[in-house]
């Protein structure tokens, strides 16, 4: 490539006959020079803004691409969080599942005993009420053999039949005892001395 300097440097021979004017002929290449030169500083100067541009489409590339690694580095993130979420929520409601199950089957087996206490508690409340009767029973007996004592033989005594009450399973009348002591004329307290 020829440059301003060559241009100003470069020298003609003279020609003896007919050539050309040597002041026009400096004057046209110092002209050209200065285009030239003009010219060369312009080419430097737009190489310098090509390589500035050229450098910021390649810094726009990696930038892209950093962006497009960003975007796909967000789009597994949400898909793993998503997953973890699913993961979880299915883990928490399988707990929440396991847990009623677990007081489902406690309150199950608590019902079960409240029943046997229920069945026991009758069972007793029927067996107290059989040793009452026979303890009232008995001392029917002996009153009756006290009152034999002082009644004269002439007149026999006639035993009313005594009709046992039906076991009331649900619900024990408290007064039952009382209602006997009182027709003994006994108080309740002391129909268990006896």
């Known amino acids: 490539m020829i ?6 440097e470069r020298t003609f021979e003279r020609a003896r006959v007919g050539g050309y ?10 002209q050209l020079a200065e ?7 312009n080419t430097s100067v737009l190489k310098q803004k090509m390589k500035i ?7 726009y590339r990696d930038n892209e691409e950093a962006l497009n690694r960003a ?3 967000a789009q597994k993130l949400a898909v793993q969080i998503e997953q973890e979420a699913r993961d979880r929520a299915a883990a928490m409601l399988a707990d929440a599942e396991r847990q009623v199950k677990e007081r489902l089957g406690s309150i199950e087996d608590e019902e079960e005993r409240e029943k ?6 009758k069972a007793a409340t029927a067996k107290y009420f059989e040793a009452v009767r026979a303890l009232c029973k008995g001392q029917l007996q002996q009153l009756d053999a006290i009152v034999g004592e002082f009644v004269p033989a002439e007149e026999p005594v ?11 399973e649900d619900a024990p009348a408290a ?6 002591a009182a027709q003994l004329g006994l108080d309740a307290t002391q129909a268990f001395d006896l």
């Open 3 to 8: 440059t301003a300097q060559d241009i100003r």
């Open 21 to 30: 004017d040597a002041a026009a002929v400096d004057d046209f290449l110092d």
């Open 35 to 41: 285009e030239v030169a003009a010219s060369q500083k």
């Open 53 to 59: 541009l050229a450098d910021k489409v390649a810094e």
């Open 71 to 73: 975007v796909l580095s």
């Open 116 to 121: 046997r206490n229920l069945e026991e508690a």
């Open 158 to 168: 006639e035993e009313e039949p005594v009709e046992e009450e039906p076991v009331e």
């Open 175 to 180: 007064d039952d005892l009382d209602a006997v």
